[in-house]
């Protein structure tokens, strides 16, 4: 770790961080769970047993999981297109982020004095 601080680092993909299980997959689950709510909300309003048809709750929950992989898609794709547009500011606009020296915590705070 060095002791400059650099704008466009933050912005600059290294490929060393891997998403977990659970943030890889907790939308698509969670959308596949929504899906099967609707089907037994459509059973329970239509006055049928809530896991009756059992074909429709199949095709619920996989609808709802293919359209969280879908929105999980178009929102990764608009994360990188904002962080790409950030980043190509940050890149044509270096007076307006200079490299600075990092402070530690303690150079940042004031010493605190009680008020009695």
């Known amino acids: ?3 400059l601080y650099d704008p466009l680092e933050l912005l600059t993909n290294k490929g060393d961080r891997e998403l977990s299980v659970l943030a890889k997959w907790y939308n698509p689950v969670i959308a596949a ?3 099967f709510g609707v089907a037994c909300f459509v059973n329970f309003g239509m006055r049928k047993p809530i896991f009756s048809g059992i074909q429709q709750h199949i095709g619920f929950t996989a609808i709802g999981g293919a ?3 879908y929105f999980d898609g178009k929102r990764d794709a608009h994360l990188a297109k904002r962080d790409a547009v950030l980043r190509h500011y940050v890149e044509t606009h270096p007076d307006l982020f200079p490299v600075t020296e990092r402070k530690k915590f303690g150079e940042v705070l004031e010493p605190w004095v009680p008020i009695r």
Request: proline share 0%; net charge neutral; charged share 0%.
């Open 33 to 35: 769970a929504c899906g």
């Open 67 to 69: 359209l969280g992989l």
């Open 1 to 3: 770790m060095s002791n």
